[in-house]
């Protein structure tokens, strides 16, 4: 059976651009504008307090790892209040030595490694409207063990360094996804998963998304009524069963065009059309120009 989740992290196709060890000591506080990249980081020793815009606030511990999909802006600070030094989350950092907030000398009480990624696929904003705003795991030590393998992995200047960093972003992206509990995600992917009447007809989409799907037959893999399933469905994963279906199709066929390996009318077929006039003007009216076009830009 297909997994939809290790799907769509393929899809997105992180790849992995800052990693470093982050310290803070006394009173400190620093707030971040708004990036849009996904970020990261693991807490290895001490707590602090994160503060994500939209997000309630939380007490990060040693353990603990949070995952921001699409960065907003926040604030991370010390036990101590303290007035918050705002930073440019675009701006060079340094390339060695750890980063540091607070008091310069002696023993830090905060030790974490943090950073932040990109994801190269152009559709990543619809892929990321999918997961929650914040993934905040505490317990999960295999978390904190794959960041700062990331981080060692970012300090090297070796063969096959951005393959590995690619290789173990996609990892951190799935054992982070699976290991938040389903009821503290929005309605989305996750939830729809973990949701034992909609996760079949889902998997079944991404295993099948050649085939003629209805409302109807999808109700009867998830054994319910056309009706409840229809209303489920938009309430657990956030759209309508065939609204999910046509964005999952066009983003495979947008993948597929890029990659030019294919002609149109095998596009096409791959993902459920007749032929390539029916599939050219879906692609249209989905994306606002023709698939032609589109392969060509």
Known sequence: MSDPLTEIVRLLKPRAVFSKQIS?????????????????????????????????????????????????????????????????PHMALPATGDMRY??????????????????????????????????????????????????????????????????????????ALRSIPAE???????????????????????????????VHALAEVAGMSRTSFFRRFAAVVGVRPMEYLLTWRMTIAKDLLREGRLALDQVAERIGYGSASTFSTAFSRHVGMPPGRFSRG
């Open 24 to 88: 803070g000591a006394g009173r400190w506080a620093v707030r971040y504008a708004a990036s849009g990249a996904p970020g990261f980081c693991a807490v290895t020793e001490g707590c602090c307090r994160l503060t994500v815009d939209g997000e309630v606030p939380v007490l990060l511990e040693t353990g603990d790892f949070v995952l921001l999909p699409a960065t907003p802006a926040f604030t991370m600070a010390g036990l101590d209040p303290a007035q918050p030094v705002h930073r440019d």
């Open 102 to 175: 607070g008091r310069k000398d002696g023993p830090p009480d905060l030790r974490q490694f943090g950073g932040y990624f990109s994801f190269a696929s152009p559709d990543a904003d619809l892929l990321v409207s999918l997961l929650p705003v914040m993934i905040h795991v505490r317990g999960v030590p295999r978390l904190a063990e794959l960041v700062r393998y990331v981080g060692e992995e970012s300090a090297r200047d070796d063969i096959g360094r951005d393959l590995i960093l690619e290789r173990l972003v996609e990892i951190l992206l799935i054992e």
């Open 184 to 214: 503290k995600t929005r309605p989305g992917l996750l939830r729809g998963l973990a949701d034992p009447r909609i996760a079949p007809a889902l998997r079944q989409i991404h295993a099948e998304v050649e085939r003629a799907w209805t």
